[in-house]
């Protein structure tokens, strides 16, 4: 597949790319193992600054990188401007707290001395999808860099101006050569680089497919790994919930990123006393939803982000429908040049229906009716993702049975989910393995190093490097 940029909105090819030659891809790899024998010697506090500069520079610069997103796969541009500023306040957490969360930790035991060290592993690859082309990147670039570790990226084949305008942000925020590179290769050179011995650790956030391969290759060289691979995650509302707000923050969670988020709310599951009035006020707001050319500050729905992820929702609906899905709202792609869908709602869907167990990408709800809180559960967990999910109840004990019974990386109760650089993020089941930010985060990618020392002043780290 071609490295290029093509604006979705209209489906016109505007740059393309030439993927890396075997001999310049090894001379980025060189590049990435001498940087790390310095950078892991950096002091942290060095790190830090650097770190609050690249946070200066997104914010400074907002709105030319949101420009730069909505131009390459079609995110609504205030979405672009607010998610390069998400971007900035992950580098200002882990600039503040990096130090705090990879101090060494004493452990009393019988040794004279014993304590825990972090410590860096080395260059990291990590493989990143278009569909949040700053913010994916970031949160695994802030934590890593901060650690004393080195980035790779390998970039989705539609997003190369922004994998590169990534690339110049860390370079200009004063961090040396080589801590942080753009590697634009195809998809089959992919392997090579995992296999690398220099190259000691791979992150992915991904489908199901990508993350199967990457990790069995990962897993052939012993490679530490953290999958994010997606979610088709549920939206419960109970007797309980506040009804206009559920409703409006549904459609919210739906249609975020014009619907092509992993943690969108993608089933809405809803207590059958109250179902008739949900869905009315759901298609209702659904159907006011202003769609559009995305560079305008107006656009709520833009184009999907390539012909293919079009193709595909196209194919999952109309399946859906023949299986004996009903159609609320939509069902159909929009007769207007670039990758339209328009916002759909789907209900009475049949279990062998893709819609019931795919994940879909694209502005597609689907509505399930339950009789009670275990059938709740039942049809939340009847999913084989597990990443993020959302109950609306004021019922302490049904939000106790969601906390405990859910199964998913998160819980998010009358809120819809998003990521928190504060917070752990990631799956269970086929939504992956592993956790990007907080301290977890921060914590993937180093050696937890036991020190156990008898009859020696035994250094920190702090004091050998």
């Known amino acids: ?78 979405a672009g401007i607010a998610e390069a500023t998400k971007c900035a306040l992950a580098c200002r957490y882990y600039a503040e707290n990096a130090e705090r969360f990879l101090a060494d930790e004493v452990v009393p035991t019988e040794a004279e001395r014993s304590f825990i060290v972090y410590q860096p592993l080395g260059p990291v690859l990590a493989i990143m999808p278009w569909n949040f082309p700053y913010w994916q990147v970031f949160r695994f670039l802030a934590p890593a860099l901060m650690a004393g570790n080195v980035g790779l990226l390998k970039h989705a084949h539609n997003v190369p101006r922004c994998a590169l305008a990534i690339e110049s942000i860390v370079r200009r925020a004063g961090f040396d050569e ?55 995650d549920p939206f419960i509302v109970m007797p309980s919930a506040d009804l206009e707000a559920a409703a409006k923050t549904a459609v919210r969670a739906r249609t975020i990123n014009t619907g092509q988020s992993c943690i969108a709310a993608k089933r809405f599951i809803v207590h059958e006393a109250i179902a008739d009035a949900f869905e009315r006020r759901f298609v209702a707001e659904m159907s006011r939803l202003v769609i559009g050319d995305p560079m305008d500050e107006a656009t709520e729905i833009g184009p999907l982000a390539t012909k293919d992820v079009l193709g595909t929702l196209v194919d999952q609906v109309e399946r859906s429908v023949a299986a004996g899905a009903r159609v609320l709202l939509g069902g159909k792609r929009l007769d207007r040049p670039g990758y339209y869908y328009e916002p759909t709602v789907l209900t009475d869907v049949p279990r062998e229906a893709p819609a019931h167990h795919e994940e879909l990408f694209g502005p597609v709800a689907t509505l399930f009716r339950v009789r009670d809180l275990d059938e709740a559960i039942a049809v939340a967990n009847d999913t084989r993702f597990g990443l993020g999910s959302s109950a609306w109840t004021r019922d302490p004990a049904e939000s106790a049975r969601f906390v405990d019974e859910l199964e998913a990386g998160a819980v998010f109760l009358n809120a819809m989910v998003a990521s928190d650089p504060r917070l752990p993020f990631g799956g269970v089941k086929r939504s992956g393995y592993g956790r990007e930010l907080g301290v977890f985060g921060l914590r993937e990618f180093v050696n937890v190093k036991t020190v156990w020392a008898e009859d020696v002043a035994a250094p920190s780290v702090a004091e050998t490097e």
Do not use: W, Y
């Not at 830090?48 to 390459?72: D, N, Q, S």
């Not at 993350?211 to 994010?228: D, L, N, W």
């Open 178 to 232: 080589g801590v942080f590179q753009t590697l634009l290769l195809e998809t089959p050179q992919v392997a090579a680089v995992i296999e690398d011995p220099r190259v000691a650790a791979v992150t992915l956030t991904g489908s199901e497919g990508a993350g199967s391969k990457v990790a069995s290759t990962s897993g052939k060289e012993i490679k530490k790994t953290v999958m994010e691979l997606g979610g088709s």
């Open 1 to 78: 597949m071609a490295i290029a940029t093509i604006n979705p909105a209209t489906g016109e090819l505007l740059d393309t790319f030439e993927a890396l030659s075997e001999s310049a891809l090894g001379d980025k790899l060189a590049l990435a193992a001498q940087a790390f024998r310095r950078h892991r010697r950096i002091p942290i506090a060095e790190r830090a600054r650097c770190m609050r500069r690249a946070a200066e520079i997104l914010e400074a610069e907002k709105v030319e990188h949101g420009r730069t997103m909505t131009l390459e796969m079609g995110k609504p541009i205030r």
